[in-house]
């Protein structure tokens, strides 16, 4: 089964939106749908509360924007964070956050939870696991499960580990299931949060919705409605893979601290299929910042 390292959030839909083309298949329910994404990292990316909720009524869309990464912030062992100057209320700007966010690496851990929905059927994908930013590659080790509206069986159920060189595969719905290795270039790549963080700040005023509590932590949310071209300038995979699914643009919300590190987001779709829509939303968090961390290959008796 592939995994890709990258664009997990256009990855969960596509395998979401098979999930729910199995449930309405009646005895095709039971084929378990190629992995296209890995677990958990992807993007900033288990410890946290999956409480960001999309914001689909949003009608403001992001100009085009340039895809330069994006920096991230010095890490530290708490939420706490340092960057941006705040005023007597608390509030940051965050523009000035990511302008002056660190890209020393720094490690998280990433929780992710994928909903798709469609005439009363659905799916549902979790994901997690410990991952490192601001690093050339997504390092980490995550598990990613999806199951399927009333049943607590696992369609699939696998655990990635990333060196940062190389990505070692399992399949934990097996037991005693073995590693496998993964060579192809992609599966090491990594997220493009940071550049719809970016989209979104410089689509000025109208996506700035102010500051929030997220996860315990002051954050200022932003979204937007983005384009299917404001996507494919973000990110080229994952426009074309929701695109040839029909799908015209997503909602996006992120929620960044001071220091301009993602501690949430949350992406909302609609996918249409056989004459019906699917309804697709994902929610990742991000908690326990700390110092960039190792992520050795597995072997045979780290199981």
């Known amino acids: 089964m ?24 009646g005895d ?39 895809p330069t990464p994006t920096a991230t912030p010095t890490p530290t062992p708490t939420a706490t964070a340092t960057g941006a100057p705040v005023d007597a209320t608390g509030a940051f700007d965050p523009a000035v956050a990511l302008a002056n966010a660190d ?35 997504r390092e980490g080790r995550t598990e990613t499960k999806m ?50 963080v970016k989209a979104l700040v410089d689509a000025g005023p109208a996506a700035r919705k102010g500051m929030e509590q997220k996860n315990g932590v002051p954050a200022y949310h932003l979204g937007a409605r983005m384009t299917a071209a404001q996507m ?30 993602v501690l949430a987001h949350t992406q909302s779709m609609k996918i249409p299929k056989d004459g019906t829509t699917v309804t697709t939303v994902i929610t990742v968090t991000y908690t326990d910042f700390g110092p960039r961390e190792t992520f050795p290959a597995p072997t045979a008796a780290a199981s």
């Open 2 to 25: 592939k995994i890709r390292r990258t664009t997990l959030t256009a990855a969960a839909t596509l395998i979401a939106l098979s999930a729910v083309a199995a449930c309405n298949d």
């Open 28 to 66: 095709d329910a039971k084929s378990a749908p190629s992995a296209a994404g890995a677990p958990a990292t992807a993007s900033p990316t288990v410890s946290a509360s999956a409480s960001a909720t999309p914001s689909p009524s949003s009608t403001t869309e992001v100009p085009t924007p340039t």
């Open 103 to 137: 890209r020393t690496p720094y490690a998280a851990t990433e929780t992710m939870k994928t909903t798709a929905s469609a005439d009363g059927q659905g799916s549902v994908i979790t994901a997690g696991g410990r991952v490192n930013f601001n690093t050339p590659t």
């Open 147 to 196: 199951t399927i509206t009333g049943s607590d069986e696992p369609m699939f159920w696998m655990e990635v580990v990333n060196t940062g060189s190389a990505v070692f595969m399992r399949d934990k719905s097996k037991p005693g299931g073995a590693w496998s290795p993964s060579s192809t270039a992609d599966d090491t790549r990594s997220d493009s949060i940071g550049d719809y």
């Open 232 to 261: 494919k300038a973000i990110d080229p995979e994952e426009y074309r893979k929701l695109v040839d699914k029909g799908v015209s643009g997503k909602q996006i919300d992120v929620w960044i601290d001071r220091a301009g590190r």
